[in-house]
């Protein structure tokens, strides 16, 4: 049954997304309305950011449920993918009609809604830690918990962000058209939304809690595979962090940390797919490698930067275009810094993230040195053999030598 409506589902869910995408460029591009408060500066940049967001996930998810049908992860994606990229469309369309006035308010209440509810469904990222690689959880108790999560994740975001009175989550200057349940503000307080989604930062311990048990756990193939989720979850948070580092320096509207956390997090659902695939896994250690070195030393040439332009800034203050000078002068010192820096970062790395590549490197190395003046085929040819075994571990291994004639 599930492999029946696995292409269908996949088809359908890659479709929606794309099409949620094309609609929501045409429709800012053509009617380019200001945004309404409160929601959370989705500019045009963020809304490239938001639908290629939600493409990445639902085409990269519909490959996993043709691949890996039996895997929810697949399926969780498609559905995380198609509710950021109607959230887009959605935002959008109630831009647009909030615009018309009086004439476009219940559009721009029903479409709102609308927004509210497919952008919870994209919610479902957070599942995607506690069920990755697998498709469950890795044990009994966190399937437990899982199932337990599953059953109180929609009753909540039901009553707080769906049937509840009041301003609409991401819309506070628009009145809820299905408020007709409980009022939590005089319980929660004026902002029941906000309050509740701080309450998820709960579970950001609880995810990172479960994703080093599973590690712990994990064959070498496992571990392989969350490392390629973990990094790119990595990127995005660095990312969307300096956005709002960025932000708050500048005093900026949050857009940015929006455009980030679309941009990086697309590196999300390529990596899940990546892992699963197991297309290219074991280059990942590679990876951490390099983004560990160009990420240090892009923070220490920073610090140096900044260092040697307010020094020289004050000490060639009293020389005409001393300020230029300084900014040259800490320009060419980064500039002479980088190459030893980045070799003596990447050895120091290696030794911790790429240990079996800089073993295997330095062995051949070794081995070179020490072949390089002996004459002794047998000895030569024990050697070599000896070093590949130990590297690589083949099933079997030989050398054939071709014979001269003189």
Same mark, same amino acid.
């Given at each position: 049954m599930i492999r029946r409506l696995a292409r269908p589902f996949a088809i359908v869910g890659s479709? &929606?997304?794309?099409?949620?995408a094309i609609a929501a460029f045409i429709l800012r591009i053509g009617d380019p309305a200001p945004l309404l408060p409160g929601s959370f500066g989705f500019g045009p940049t963020a809304l490239v950011g938001m639908e290629?967001?939600?493409v990445t996930f639902a085409v990269v998810g519909a490959l996993l449920v043709v691949r890996r049908?039996?895997?929810?992860?697949?399926?969780?994606?498609v559905l995380i993918g198609d509710g950021y990229a109607l959230g887009g469309l959605g935002a959008a369309i109630t831009a647009s009609a909030a615009a018309d006035g009086p004439a476009g308010a219940a559009t721009a209440a029903l479409a709102g809604w609308f927004t509210v509810f497919v952008t919870t469904i994209g919610g479902l990222v957070f599942v995607l830690g506690f069920i990755f690689p697998t498709g469950r959880g890795h044990s009994p108790a966190w399937d437990r918990f899982i199932r337990l999560g599953a &059953?109180?994740?929609p009753v909540i975001s039901l009553f707080t962000f769906l049937i509840r009175p009041g301003p609409l989550h991401l819309f506070s200057t628009i009145e809820n058209p299905f408020g007709i349940g409980p009022d939590l503000r005089p319980l929660l307080g004026a902002n029941v939304s906000q309050a509740i989604a701080a309450c998820s930062a709960i579970v950001v311990p609880v995810?990172?809690?479960?994703?080093?048990s599973r590690y712990r756990m994990a064959n070498t193939i496992g571990r392989q595979?969350?490392?390629?989720f973990v990094l790119a979850i990595f990127v995005t948070i660095v990312g969307v962090g300096a956005a709002a580092v960025g932000a708050v320096l500048t005093n900026e509207p949050p857009e940015a940390g929006l455009v980030v956390f679309g941009f990086a997090g697309s590196l999300v659902p390529?990596?899940?797919g990546i892992a699963i695939l197991r297309h290219g896994l074991y280059d990942i250690d590679r990876l951490i490698s390099r983004t560990v070195v160009y990420g240090a030393i892009t923070a220490v040439l920073a610090m140096v930067f900044g260092v040697a332009a307010l020094v020289l800034g004050v000490v060639l203050s009293t020389v005409g275009e001393g300020q230029t000078i300084a900014v040259a002068g800490s320009t060419l010192l980064v500039a002479a810094l980088f190459g030893p820096l980045r070799r003596r970062a990447q050895a120091?790395?290696?030794?911790?993230?790429?240990r079996a590549g800089y073993d295997a490197a330095l062995t051949v190395e070794t081995m070179t040195t020490r072949l390089r003046d002996d004459v002794d085929l047998r000895r030569v040819e024990a050697d070599v053999l000896g070093v590949v075994d130990r590297t690589f571990h083949p099933a079997s291994a030989g050398i054939w030598i071709r014979e001269t004639t003189r």
């Amino acid at each position: 049954m599930i492999r029946r409506l696995a292409r269908p589902f996949a088809i359908v869910g890659s479709l &929606i997304a794309l099409a949620a995408a094309i609609a929501a460029f045409i429709l800012r591009i053509g009617d380019p309305a200001p945004l309404l408060p409160g929601s959370f500066g989705f500019g045009p940049t963020a809304l490239v950011g938001m639908e290629l967001l939600g493409v990445t996930f639902a085409v990269v998810g519909a490959l996993l449920v043709v691949r890996r049908p039996g895997n929810a992860v697949g399926w969780c994606m498609v559905l995380i993918g198609d509710g950021y990229a109607l959230g887009g469309l959605g935002a959008a369309i109630t831009a647009s009609a909030a615009a018309d006035g009086p004439a476009g308010a219940a559009t721009a209440a029903l479409a709102g809604w609308f927004t509210v509810f497919v952008t919870t469904i994209g919610g479902l990222v957070f599942v995607l830690g506690f069920i990755f690689p697998t498709g469950r959880g890795h044990s009994p108790a966190w399937d437990r918990f899982i199932r337990l999560g599953a &059953i109180w994740f929609p009753v909540i975001s039901l009553f707080t962000f769906l049937i509840r009175p009041g301003p609409l989550h991401l819309f506070s200057t628009i009145e809820n058209p299905f408020g007709i349940g409980p009022d939590l503000r005089p319980l929660l307080g004026a902002n029941v939304s906000q309050a509740i989604a701080a309450c998820s930062a709960i579970v950001v311990p609880v995810l990172a809690f479960s994703l080093v048990s599973r590690y712990r756990m994990a064959n070498t193939i496992g571990r392989q595979q969350l490392k390629w989720f973990v990094l790119a979850i990595f990127v995005t948070i660095v990312g969307v962090g300096a956005a709002a580092v960025g932000a708050v320096l500048t005093n900026e509207p949050p857009e940015a940390g929006l455009v980030v956390f679309g941009f990086a997090g697309s590196l999300v659902p390529v990596a899940i797919g990546i892992a699963i695939l197991r297309h290219g896994l074991y280059d990942i250690d590679r990876l951490i490698s390099r983004t560990v070195v160009y990420g240090a030393i892009t923070a220490v040439l920073a610090m140096v930067f900044g260092v040697a332009a307010l020094v020289l800034g004050v000490v060639l203050s009293t020389v005409g275009e001393g300020q230029t000078i300084a900014v040259a002068g800490s320009t060419l010192l980064v500039a002479a810094l980088f190459g030893p820096l980045r070799r003596r970062a990447q050895a120091i790395v290696d030794r911790r993230f790429d240990r079996a590549g800089y073993d295997a490197a330095l062995t051949v190395e070794t081995m070179t040195t020490r072949l390089r003046d002996d004459v002794d085929l047998r000895r030569v040819e024990a050697d070599v053999l000896g070093v590949v075994d130990r590297t690589f571990h083949p099933a079997s291994a030989g050398i054939w030598i071709r014979e001269t004639t003189r």
